[in-house]
């Protein structure tokens, strides 16, 4: 992560908008840990938070608004078929697909937590053909969670650079085991929800 630190200097905001913009149209790129770099040198008053934040949270909308756009416009044959050399396969993009016409705006919001979905979503649901607004919202929602998340995270410890690096593996394993519980736990109170006003 030390390395990032150089580059976040130099580059700085602009830099930081256009590496997570282009992480969530698919390119591998490291969004997250840019961040979580960025907000730590705002600890050392080397930047300012709210510009990490509010740069993050932008692209990251932005991005996968784009996402969705070409995931609309241009249908799943050709993203797969040009997206191939980025990793974007047929299986990948199906996966998403399916998850997303499954659980939608739920999927949609807590996606930035998971590397495959974080660089597929807003594709992907382009491509299933959810609701723009619906996706928007969902979108925003899980952007925030997610900037929020390790800015503040990164921006509390950023005065000790040598604690970052493991707290971005704990908290990346934490988050593969707590966001899935999340998810289950609001998919089965919608269900009970639903079934509740059913049975009325």
Request: hydrophobic share 60%; charged share 15%; glycine share 10%.
């Amino acid at each position: 992560m030390s390395h990032l630190e150089p580059l976040v200097r130099e580059f700085g905001l602009p830099g930081l908008f256009i590496d997570v913009m282009l992480e969530a149209l698919g390119l591998p790129l490291p969004g997250e840990t840019l961040i979580i770099v960025a907000s730590g040198l705002a600890a050392l008053g080397q930047m300012n938070i709210m510009a990490v934040a509010l740069t993050a949270f932008a692209a990251a909308v932005v991005g996968d608004n784009i996402g969705y756009l070409i995931g609309r416009k241009l249908g799943r044959p050709l993203i797969v078929r040009h997206g191939s050399r980025f990793g974007i396969t047929h299986d990948r993009l199906a996966a998403a697909e399916d998850l997303i016409q499954k659980r939608g705006p739920i999927v949609v919001a807590f996606a930035r937590f998971f590397v495959l979905l974080r660089q597929l979503n807003g594709i992907a649901a382009g491509c299933a053909g959810m609701h723009w607004l619906r996706f928007l919202a969902a979108n925003m929602v899980g952007a925030a969670m997610w900037v929020g998340l390790w800015s503040s995270l990164a921006y509390h410890f950023g005065k000790d650079t040598s604690i970052l690096p493991r707290i971005w593996h704990q908290l990346s394993a934490i988050a593969m085991i707590a966001v899935p519980a999340i998810i289950l736990v609001l998919a089965i109170a919608a269900l009970l929800f639903w079934w509740r006003r059913r049975s009325r």
